[in-house]
């Protein structure tokens, strides 16, 4: 092993907030990370921050700082070269591989003795958090005291039940629920914390928001690219794993909660808020119900065994199935669920259908990506003599109305954990609930061998 040492950055001024990032030359890091903390750095968030970054591509500092530069350039082609190199340059690189004991003590070597506060960010791969978190406990934090302390961790956050709750359990001996930041970054997505606001401050929409009034419910979470070079990974997950156990059913009970009201004024009942808005949500993963297995409908787009060099492989790339809600104010809706890789497509949204005596139905359509806007599609008159209708959009261009960039996922994400402000992070009962659903989930595909369908690449929905 080598490692990089870097100059101790305490030696050039006083302690300060902490950011160490685990995975400091993967994929995630690399594609999301890198470019809301240049974001975050132009805002002058970062201003307080030293960044350390560990990984074992590289040997030295340079090296890794140039690969910042390199990706940062290739991520925000317009931006000026001399604050992309701000940003590279303020790293401190520690090369060493995270399942050796050295590299913690070296770590350890680069924190000041007291530190204001230490965020250690997990963007490895997931079966190393165990691994991390008891080194950080016997090498570092045993050694450096910070006035405060907090871990944030990329999905997925266990495979099942049973290993969310020894993850949890292991994450629990060093850190307490409110240091612990499980990061989904859908929920840092503009248009998704809207639907918070839309449902919470427009009434009218929220009643309507009802199996009175909806006939079904789409999600829709479709991507152009396949698996590249995250195929190992892919294949312990699979889309189940991948998109509903967390992004899916996020949005599902985000659009189906009943909504707590929202006040802005008073702190303690905004926080209450969240409080009641997040128990519901998790309450509500325990009235899914599942569909027959006829209605679950798997895929597996064509190049994908040979892209991951898997002959066999059973692992399905594209899920379709209606889910359902055991309450009285969703009784008989389904809720389906899409989302699927190498189709036509790269698109996320929510599409709700309303009951409709007309050929058009109104419906209400959130888009996620690659806009952001809402669509309420109603039926007006048609222009000429007749008193006939045509279907017309009313239209909220997220972007377009407030004139502004909306901000990455990842820049909300990582300005919360500084924050310390828990609002988008879901907590370990929703983990809980939504393992359970994708357990059974499984559990009934193993038991009726449903296995997926090749479909061709760059399919259009629905694909079956
Ligand atoms: C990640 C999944 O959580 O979300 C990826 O692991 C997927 O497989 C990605 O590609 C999709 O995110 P987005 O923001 O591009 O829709």
Redesign the pocket.
């Known amino acids: 092993m080598t490692v990089a040492l870097p100059e101790p950055y305490f030696l050039h001024g006083e302690p300060k907030q902490v950011l160490v990032f685990f995975g400091g030359t993967g994929h995630l890091f690399t594609q999301k990370i890198l470019p809301a903390l240049y974001f975050l750095q132009k805002e002058g968030r970062l201003e307080k921050a030293v960044l350390i970054a560990i990984g074992r591509r590289f040997s030295t500092q340079t090296e890794y700082q140039n690969f910042v530069f390199q990706n940062l350039k290739q991520h925000l082609p317009t931006a000026k070269d001399s604050s992309l190199l701000k940003l590279a340059k303020s790293f401190h690189y520690l090369s060493g591989s995270l399942e050796d004991a050295q590299t913690y003590r070296e770590l350890n070597r680069l924190l000041p003795p007291l530190p204001q506060e230490i965020i250690f960010y997990l963007s490895t791969l997931p079966s190393l958090y165990q691994k991390v978190v008891l080194s950080l406990k016997e090498h570092v934090l045993s050694a450096v005291a910070p006035r405060s302390q907090k871990i944030a961790l990329e ?1 997925p956050f266990g495979r099942d039940e049973e290993s969310f709750a020894q993850l949890e359990s292991t994450l629990k001996t060093v850190f307490s629920e409110e240091e612990i930041y499980y990061v989904d ?2 929920l840092g ?1 503009e248009t998704v914390l809207n639907l918070i606001i839309l449902k919470a401050e427009n009434l009218f929409l929220e009643r309507l928001l009802s199996g009175e009034f909806v006939q079904q419910v789409h999600f829709v ?1 479709s ?1 152009k ?1 396949g698996v590249g070079e ?1 195929g190992t990974f892919y294949q312990e997950t699979g889309a189940i794993k ?2 509903v156990q ?2 899916m059913l996020q949005l599902l009970t985000l659009l189906a909660v009943d909504i707590p009201t929202l006040c802005e004024e008073d702190r303690k009942e905004c926080e209450q808020f969240v409080v009641t808005m997040n128990r519901r949500r998790t309450h509500l993963l325990e009235e899914v119900a599942l569909p027959p297995a006829k209605e679950i409908k798997l895929g597996q787009y064509q190049s994908y065994q040979a892209e991951v060099n898997q002959l066999h492989s059973r692992v399905e790339t594209l899920v379709q199935m209606p889910l359902y809600l055991q309450n009285p104010r969703w009784s008989g809706v389904p809720f389906w669920l899409s989302t699927g ?1 190498k189709l036509a497509q790269k698109t ?1 949204f929510i599409e709700v259908t309303f009951n409709s005596l007309t050929e058009t139905p109104n419906r209400l359509l959130i888009e996620i ?1 690659p806009e952001e806007k809402i669509d309420l599609i109603v039926n007006v008159k048609k222009f000429g003599r007749e008193l006939r209708s045509v279907p017309a959009k009313l239209n909220l261009c997220l972007s377009g109305s407030f004139q502004a960039a909306t901000p990455q ?1 990842y820049q909300k994400i990582i300005h919360d954990i500084l924050l310390g402000d828990h609002t988008i992070f879901p907590n370990s009962s929703f983990i809980r609930n939504s393992w359970k659903i994708i357990d059974k989930l499984l559990a009934l595909i193993d038991k009726e061998n449903l296995t997926p369908k090749i479909y061709p690449d760059h399919s259009p929905l629905p694909v079956f």
């Open positions: 999905k970054h859908y997505k979470v991507e690219e995250r991948d998109m967390n992004h890789k996320s990506q996922a």
